[in-house]
């Protein structure tokens, strides 16, 4: 007889966030698989975890086939620990408890309004279920429910801004108020419906027909991600899936998702969908900074611990981090920020012996990658900077202009954007995030903190999403400095693509920098003949940025310096050391190092981190501490392969680090 066997499939969350740039997170393509082939009812489908109900008389099969799915996507990643799956039997089909939830959002226990009173940054959700609590007693009383239980949901909401806990809890709350009840076997479904490829010949819709077409589907809540059908929602195929999903309103509540895009676009969408479905919207605008620390304190204080100020000073400079790749999870990474924290303080607790549960600054310092900037002032970090006595000349004289507008009400408020121009590794990054402390502490910014882009990062994927994803990007640098590098990339000429979502990038960007030009510092930094082509192509964005910064290639005795300091930082040396390392850079070919394409510091931290490399290997083999760099370390990495070749590529081509 086979029986319902309730599985747990989770994955290594540091694994899971070095894949995000996937189209589409590990767990949704594990889920679909596991749905397709051993027809599993999954629960939900989270960051980390995938839930489900298998009926089966073998456990033991069960499992090797849920392995053999997921060796089958991840073949590299057999055999180490990645993934970890529990199986438990159970004679009823209830949903497993997730103890496991440490979220604010999901107290499993409160009533369900509480839980949802307590959510954070979700009004519209929070006025749905306000609603939904108001009217149940009238359509209970006049028997015409159905009149709820037909109705679908266009969802527009980001990944990581709580999608499961909306649906979880709308479930409960249907539940609770008598509107609706689910079946034993799984209440939530998720399903994403792939783009169009008429060459594949497969039917993108055919997966979530067939949830809807088996009689155990009935009864659920399922969640349909139409992202890759945004602006192709009025056509045939499309249309002919809505008529489909008709037959089916009433037997299951329909959630359309996509993600959070601009007010016309989802109301175009909700056009499209309310032709055929009873539809209502509604959209979870992506969480400000302050939002994301309440979910933080939550999760910390449930914990049992607190955070001291300098520690939250921290935990932003970490999320600022997260950010700055373009790809963020929300709630997801704060979460993995707290437990990085958490982790850290009671790892210190046990090597000094103790029971405190206040969270320190000096304590999670390691885990930010500039820890420097957090103990020393502004222009103490400048000061230190080789090679930059000209940069900071500029840089002083422009503040002081800055600040005599500022203090004298009759002058116009001044534009603080830049420009940084020059060739890699010229030092612009790194005078740009001090340059906001140096703000900071002037009084000029309120916050001063650091968000680095690449200027392709602020472009969606989706028709819509560009312009809010730009403003949300914008917001959270507010009081603060955006730095956008490789800003040329944002640019293409009237031939370019229509598809392209740069224009529309830069048209937010330039509103936004007018609207807060006095509390928020835009830096777009590049080539100079190519940050010259885009402000030329961009009138009103070269009128924004009145200040430009230019960053010349560095000496060999900069260069030379630079190096002497990145060693000094960590290891001890010798004088011998030294005249090695400067006959080395003595040497370089002029024709090298004045090329467009030389990577300036990139070069010398890539040689400073072969010869760490190559002393680390020497003190493993002698059993012993590496605290001091030999000769012999920097002539090896000199002269290793992999480093020669980069030479002779540089002598011939130039070298783009």
């Given at each position: 007889m086979e029986k319902n066997l309730i599985f747990t499939l989770e994955a290594d969350s540091g694994w899971i966030l070095k894949h995000r740039s996937d189209d589409e997170l590990p767990l949704k393509r594990i889920a679909a698989l596991l749905q397709s082939r051993l027809g599993a009812d999954i629960h939900d489908t989270s960051l980390t975890k995938c839930r489900g109900i298998l009926q089966t008389d073998d456990q033991e099969a069960a499992a090797k086939s849920i392995f053999e799915i997921v060796a089958s996507l991840f073949p590299d990643e057999e055999g180490k620990g990645i993934f970890r799956l529990t199986v438990n039997e159970s004679e009823t089909t209830e949903e497993p408890d997730d103890e496991e939830n440490d979220t604010p959002e999901a107290e499993g226990r409160q009533p369900v309004f509480e839980r949802i009173e307590a959510l954070v940054g979700v009004p519209e959700f929070q006025d749905l279920a306000e609603e939904c609590r108001r009217v149940a007693p009238v359509l209970r009383r006049n028997k015409t429910v159905d009149t709820f239980t037909s109705r679908s949901y266009l969802l527009s909401v980001n990944d990581g801004y709580g999608l499961s806990t909306i649906l979880v809890l709308f479930a409960d709350l249907v539940e609770e108020l008598d509107l609706y009840h689910f079946a034993a076997n799984g209440r939530i479904v998720e399903v994403r419906i792939p783009a169009p490829s008429?060459?594949?010949?497969?039917?993108?819709?055919?997966?979530?027909?067939?949830?809807l077409d088996r009689g155990a589907g009935r009864g659920r809540l399922i969640c349909i991600d139409i992202s890759e059908w945004m602006g192709k929602t009025s056509e045939k195929e499309f249309r002919d899936f809505l008529r489909e999903l008709e037959f089916h309103t009433g037997e299951n509540i329909l959630f359309f998702r996509v993600p959070f895009v601009e007010n016309n676009v989802l109301e175009g969408l909700y056009r499209d969908l309310n032709d055929q479905l009873y539809i209502r919207k509604l959209s979870i605008v992506p969480f400000g900074n302050a939002e994301l620390e309440t979910v933080a304190d939550r999760m910390i204080r449930k914990k049992g611990f607190t955070m001291q100020a300098d520690a939250w000073e921290v935990f932003r400079e970490r999320l600022a981090e997260e950010k700055n790749d373009g790809r963020f999870y929300g709630i997801n990474t704060v979460r993995k920020v707290v437990c990085e924290m958490l982790y850290r303080k009671q790892l210190r607790n046990a090597i000094d012996g103790v029971e405190d549960t206040l969270v320190k600054g000096e304590e999670i310092l390691s885990l930010i990658a500039n820890p420097d900037t957090m103990e020393?002032?502004?222009?103490?970090?400048?000061?230190?900077?080789?090679?930059?006595?000209?940069?900071?000349?500029?840089?002083?004289?422009?503040?002081?202009?800055?600040?005599?507008a500022l203090e004298d009400?009759?002058?116009?408020?001044?534009?603080?954007?830049?420009?940084f121009v020059g060739n890699p590794g010229t030092g612009k990054t790194t005078v740009a995030r001090i340059l906001g402390k140096v703000l900071k502490e002037r009084g000029i910014l309120?916050?001063?903190?650091?968000?680095?882009?690449g200027g392709r990062d602020f472009c969606g994927r989706y028709v819509g999403e560009t312009a809010p994803k730009t403003a949300a990007m914008c917001r959270d640098a507010y009081g603060s400095v955006l730095f956008i590098d490789e800003a040329y990339s944002l640019y293409r000429d009237e031939n370019a693509s229509t598809n392209d979502f740069g224009r529309e990038a830069i048209d937010t960007l330039i509103a936004e920098m007018e609207n807060h030009r006095t509390d928020l510092l835009v830096i777009m930094a590049g080539y100079t003949d190519d940050m010259e082509r885009l402000m030329k192509g961009n009138i009103g964005l070269k009128s924004r940025m009145p200040y430009q910064i230019e960053f010349p290639n560095y000496t060999r005795e900069q260069l030379y310096e630079i190096y002497i300091?990145?060693?000094?930082?960590?290891?001890?040396y010798d004088e011998e050391f030294k005249d090695a390392v400067k006959a080395f850079f003595d040497k370089l070919?002029?024709?090298?190092?004045?090329k467009k394409e030389f990577s300036n510091g990139r070069y010398v931290r890539n040689l400073f981190e072969r010869t760490w490399g190559k002393a680390v290997l020497r003190c493993q083999m002698a059993g012993e501490k590496c605290r001091t760099l030999k000769v012999e370390d920097f002539t090896l990495a000199a002269s290793d392969k992999d480093f020669q070749e980069m030479m002779d590529k540089k002598k011939q081509i130039g070298f783009t680090g």
């Open positions: 008429p060459k594949s010949g497969e039917d993108p819709f055919a997966q979530a027909l067939t949830l020393r002032t502004g222009m103490e970090m400048l000061d230190a900077l080789v090679g930059m006595d000209e940069v900071k000349k500029q840089l002083l004289a422009i503040i002081a202009q800055i600040e005599a009400k009759e002058l116009e408020t001044p534009c603080i954007h830049m420009r309120r916050n001063g903190s650091f968000f680095e882009y300091s990145m060693i000094g930082k960590t290891f001890a070919p002029t024709s090298m190092i004045e």
